[in-house]
């Protein structure tokens, strides 16, 4: 049932997104979303230093990379190909700076350990979720800095009602703020900082930055 809410969510996922680029300008919407990228890095304190190493999980058509040119960027999503070839708003060719990987998050493996990892609004998308931040935990540098996005539920009763019923086909994962921290914490990561980027009433987005701690010279994780 959970690999066919994934299904479901990936064709909605792409559905969606044609929906919200139609008519929109190319370069006006590029323009909009660097600003918006470059005033959330701001926002919640996370700026990497030039030459570090990037990861952009789940990166969406235009993720971070689009507004870190002077970093090594690995942008990782299982539905890159279907945006090369349904939305103009998304070309490989204008980031020569990003690597892009075509796969699910479940199966994406590197050696590289990352400075920095981005994964915004993608952990409600994915399949396997315990996988998943097990992989961001493992692929954190030691005291490299992770920045998750999450749509967290803010009352009990629609958490468990969604988790029965296809509220929100988009996200096949219903969990609330504290359950979401402690997934984090579970797996060494120390949550530095919390920002509320937006508020509606069954969900509010945060952005949890955290940060792989190094004790007596070795990572916990």
């Not at 066919?4 to 990936?10: E, N, S, V």
């Not at 701001?42 to 952009?56: R, S, T, W």
Request: charge should be negative; include cysteine; hydrophobic fraction near 40%.
């Amino acid at each position: 049932m959970q690999k066919l809410r994934w299904k479901i969510a990936q064709a909605a996922e792409i559905r969606w997104w044609q929906n919200y680029l139609k008519g929109k300008s190319e370069s006006e919407y590029l323009a909009w979303k660097l600003n918006y990228w470059q005033e959330f890095m701001q926002k919640i304190g996370v700026q990497p230093a030039p030459g570090e190493e990037i990861l952009d999980m789940g990166c969406g058509p235009a993720g971070v990379f689009i507004a870190l040119p002077d970093n090594a960027v690995t942008a990782v999503d299982p539905l890159l190909d279907d945006y090369a070839a349904k939305l103009p708003h998304f070309s490989p060719g204008r980031y020569p700076h990003t690597r892009f990987v075509t796969t699910p998050f479940e199966e994406f493996t590197t050696d590289r350990k990352f400075d920095k990892i981005f994964c915004l609004n993608a952990v409600n998308h994915v399949a396997d979720l315990a996988l998943c931040f097990d992989k961001l935990a493992e692929m954190t540098a030691p005291d490299g800095t992770l920045v998750v996005s999450i749509d967290a539920h803010n009352y009990g009763f629609f958490k468990r009602l969604f988790r029965l019923l296809p509220g929100d086909i988009l996200h096949p994962h219903q969990y609330d703020l504290q359950e979401y921290e402690t997934m984090l914490t579970d797996r060494g990561l120390k949550i530095e900082r919390r920002e509320l980027i937006k508020s509606e009433f069954f969900f509010d987005y945060y952005a949890l930055v955290c940060r792989r701690e190094v004790r007596g010279g070795a990572s916990r994780c």
